[in-house]
């Protein structure tokens, strides 16, 4: 795949520029399923993974899609033993670090969305390098979401146009979807046109709530550490044949 031209990787696609998502989100479910079902500890199914990430990640890019959005983990998910929350801290570390080049290689941009407490001051130091590297990049932008929940992001939304009313410097009539969404940790982000789920569940386990009003969804039966590439096309492809509409009446 790697020497693969975004020409050729286009070309393989054969869906036209115009058609094609500007933002890919993705619900990243399935690693442990995925590992139980080889007989392996859960942590293998995330350490395979990143391996999906690195893959997709890559392919956004050639295809020059113009973000996309990973849940990585969710502000519920610190439900789970401590020995695995330890190992993703440590996989996101170590992909902060691994993927350095090949971020900076391929012109990509990292932000991150959601809370910041919680995650140990070692890995916020990694994602912040990254953050800064990238930061002047033109291709594809990589956001994040670590720590992320959609409610928990509008509640930190709200507190903060709150204080800006107390002030008196932002009139509650003045309070607009605009407004709202340039306070959530997604500003200046387009919503994402395509949402993909891996493992089959049929939810959204608080995943960008306001901005997926609109959004696609595409869920496969695979489990993340088994989506390929292909996978990421079938899901353009298919998102390329809808008709949204908005509200509106089909074209
Ligand atoms: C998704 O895989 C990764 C994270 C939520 C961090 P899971 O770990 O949820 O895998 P399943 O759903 O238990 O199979
Ligand atoms: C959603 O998956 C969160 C991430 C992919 C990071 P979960 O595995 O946490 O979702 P539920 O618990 O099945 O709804
Ligand atoms: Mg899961």
Redesign the pocket.
């Known amino acids: 795949m790697s020497d693969r031209s975004a020409a050729t990787a286009a070309a393989e696609l054969n869906v036209d520029v115009e058609r094609r998502p500007r933002h890919i989100a993705v619900?990243?479910?399935g690693n442990g399923r995925w590992a139980q079902r080889q007989s392996l500890p859960r942590i293998e199914g995330h350490r395979q993974g990143v391996a999906s990430v690195r893959r997709t990640v890559e392919e956004c890019s050639r295809l020059d899609i113009e973000q996309l959005t990973l849940?990585?983990?969710?502000s519920?998910?610190w439900k789970r033993p401590q020995t695995e929350l330890d190992f993703l801290m440590h996989l996101l570390e170590q992909y902060m670090i691994e993927e350095r080049s090949t971020i900076m290689d391929q012109d990509i941009r990292v932000r991150i969305i959601g809370r910041r407490d919680g995650i140990p001051d070692r890995v916020l130091r990694e994602m912040d390098k990254t953050i800064e590297l990238s930061a002047a990049n033109g291709g594809t932008l990589l956001c994040l979401?670590i720590n992320y929940g959609g409610r928990a992001e509008m509640i930190d939304a709200i507190r903060r146009i709150a204080c800006e009313v107390q002030k008196q410097s932002l009139k509650p009539e003045e309070i607009s979807e605009e407004l709202l969404a340039d306070y959530l940790d997604t500003a200046g982000m387009p919503d994402p046109d395509l949402l993909v789920r891996t493992a089959g569940?049929m939810?959204i386990?608080n995943?960008l709530l306001w901005q997926i009003s609109y959004s696609e969804l595409w869920v496969t039966e695979k489990c993340w550490p088994e989506f390929q590439v292909d996978d990421l096309h079938h899901a353009i492809r298919d998102y390329a044949a809808r008709d949204r509409r908005f509200g509106g009446l089909a074209k």
Request: glycine fraction near 0%; aromatic fraction near 14%; include cysteine.
């Open positions: 619900i990243m479910d849940y990585c983990l969710s519920e998910n979401a569940e939810r386990s995943f």
